[in-house]
């Protein structure tokens, strides 16, 4: 009922940036939380940065300082601005979407996840 659309992954040179997006589609009344996992092969998927829909926000210690995270409320999306970015940065990173509330066709509370984009960062 909840589909997370990303774009922006791709390849960069240590200490460049980028800027991943995340669009929630569908009939969505309200979603608690929305951020950005990332994941490497043979490890568990991490927080890397939530906001509330007040606009709380939380960060790994390791990209604080480095990463932003932004949300339109209204648009339902959610952006993470990484600026010099490491090698180690290197993952797929999941969007997700926490208590996100449907109303159509009937009212259901749920968490979504993106299918993942790829954020390669070379030395």
């Known amino acids: 009922q909840v589909q997370l659309v990303e774009s922006g992954g791709g390849l960069v040179q240590a200490g460049g940036s980028l800027r991943l997006s995340c669009a929630a589609k569908?009939?969505?009344?309200?979603?608690?939380?929305m951020g950005w996992y990332r994941q490497t092969p043979g490890k568990q998927r991490d927080l890397v940065a939530s906001?509330?829909?007040?606009?709380?926000?939380n960060y790994a210690d390791s990209v604080k300082g480095r990463f932003t995270v932004s949300r339109d409320n209204a648009e339902n999306t959610v952006n993470l601005q990484m600026n010099s970015l490491k090698p180690e940065d290197t993952a797929v990173y999941y969007c997700?979407?926490?208590?996100?509330?449907?109303?159509?066709?009937?009212?259901?509370?749920?968490?979504?996840w993106g299918r993942g984009t790829q954020v390669t960062v070379s030395s």
């Open positions: 569908g009939n969505i009344f309200s979603i608690d939380v």
């Open positions: 997700f979407a926490e208590n996100a509330q449907v109303v159509v066709p009937e009212r259901r509370v749920a968490n979504y």
């Open positions: 906001v509330t829909s007040g606009g709380g926000t």
